[in-house]
């Protein structure tokens, strides 16, 4: 019994954490593919290892104050003012995980 009940938490974390994932992708879809997908205005594409090597080197803070801040032709919160910071760092996340 001790087990079923184990594998169903497990199982349980795993859909809260696919869906987190699936609402970061639908974010970044949202407010930040338009740039991070095409390099638009000199933003790095998401998924290019080279682009993003030294930016992750920087690491998931600066990322994530750049990002809430604006940095160069990007605007603060890459101009949805809407997304909590919370957001925005589940966000970067995403993209770094993806141009790891």
């Not at 080197?57 to 101009?79: C, E, F, R, S, Y």
């Amino acid at each position: 019994m001790k087990k079923l009940v184990s594998v169903s938490i497990a199982t349980i974390a795993l859909f809260g954490m696919m869906a987190s994932a699936q609402a970061d992708v639908k974010l970044y879809r949202q407010a930040c593919a338009a740039c991070h997908m095409t390099g638009a205005a000199g933003a790095p594409k998401t998924g290019d290892k080279a682009a993003w090597q030294a930016r992750i080197a920087q690491g998931m803070d600066t990322l994530v104050t750049n990002a809430i801040k604006g940095k160069g032709a990007m605007p603060p919160k890459g101009g949805r003012a809407d997304l909590t910071d919370a957001q925005i760092k589940s966000i970067v996340a995403f993209m770094v995980g993806d141009s790891k």
